[in-house]
């Protein structure tokens, strides 16, 4: 279970708790968001809490690449699930609106 508990920002609870489809897909490739309900579970599988103690993964780009909020400043990074490291973080979007229009609309590539 997660020790650090996370406040969600609202663009992210907001567009989660209205998505039908946790797939989301676009000319970049593809991205699948966990369910918020199962966001423990998932982060205690990966044992996020141990290797990115910092972070809170919310997704993955299907190839071995999690998506992961900054519990801090509330911002999107990448990191590899294998061998999951905080040096490897890569940011990908500010917010949580600024990560889907990114990958939605301007090519960016998670990896």
Excluded: C
Aim: aromatic residues 16%.
């Amino acid at each position: 279970m997660m020790n650090n508990k996370i406040e969600f920002p609202e663009d992210y609870t907001s567009y989660m708790n209205n998505l039908r489809d946790h797939e989301i897909y676009s000319e970049n490739g593809y991205v699948e968001l966990f369910p918020v309900s199962e966001l423990n579970q998932i982060n205690t599988e990966y044992e996020t809490e141990q290797y990115v103690p910092n972070f809170v993964a919310v997704g993955t780009n299907g190839a071995g690449v999690g998506i992961l909020i900054n519990k801090e400043n509330k911002q999107f990074y990448s990191i590899p699930f294998v061998g999951m490291d905080e040096s490897d973080a890569v940011l990908l979007a500010n917010s949580f609106s600024e990560f889907i229009y990114k990958f939605e609309n301007e090519g960016l590539e998670i990896y």
